[in-house]
């Protein structure tokens, strides 16, 4: 009896596939995670994009009163709803906001502000591990 105790204690042949049954979870979690924050990371990015594009349109062709083909733009080039997409002009007077014209003598600049509200949901959020990310992206670009 006592030999075949020593003889199991010995005996190294199932230790690897005990470390692997070990491992195999761990390093999948970890795969998955940098799956998901490369698809979040790659939507941020999209969303940036966009923005960047709307940016150059309202340079090409600056909104006098509308800006609803900007917003269109947005909303086309981004995949959101036109309830998460922002765009708004503003007027500054020797670096200050205005509502009303600049006085003569004064440094006027117009700018477009181009907000896109988007949201990320890892697969986590699924397992109730985690929660939604915000990838909101503002662009601001002067035109005048």
């Known amino acids: 009896m006592e030999t075949l105790v020593r003889r199991c204690l010995s005996d190294e042949r199932g230790v690897a596939v005990i ?7 761990v390093l999948a979690l970890l795969a998955l995670g940098a799956f998901d924050v490369s698809r979040m990371l790659s939507t941020q990015m999209d969303y940036q994009q966009s923005a960047a594009e709307v940016a150059s349109l ?3 062709r600056p909104p006098q009163s509308d800006t609803t083909y900007l917003k269109t733009a947005a909303v086309s080039a981004s995949g959101l709803a ?6 708004t002009t503003s007027l500054t007077c020797n670096g200050t906001v205005s509502n009303s ?3 003569s003598g004064q440094e006027q600049a117009r700018y477009v ?3 896109l509200n ?3 949901a890892p697969m986590w959020t699924h397992f109730g591990i985690s929660q939604t ?9 002067r035109y005048q």
């Open 19 to 25: 470390e692997l049954a070990f491992t195999v979870p």
């Open 58 to 60: 309202a340079i090409a």
């Open 82 to 87: 036109a309830s998460d997409v922002t765009v």
């Open 101 to 103: 014209a600049c006085a």
């Open 113 to 115: 502000t181009i907000t």
């Open 118 to 120: 988007g949201e990320y």
């Open 133 to 141: 990310a915000d990838l909101t992206v503002v662009r601001k670009v």
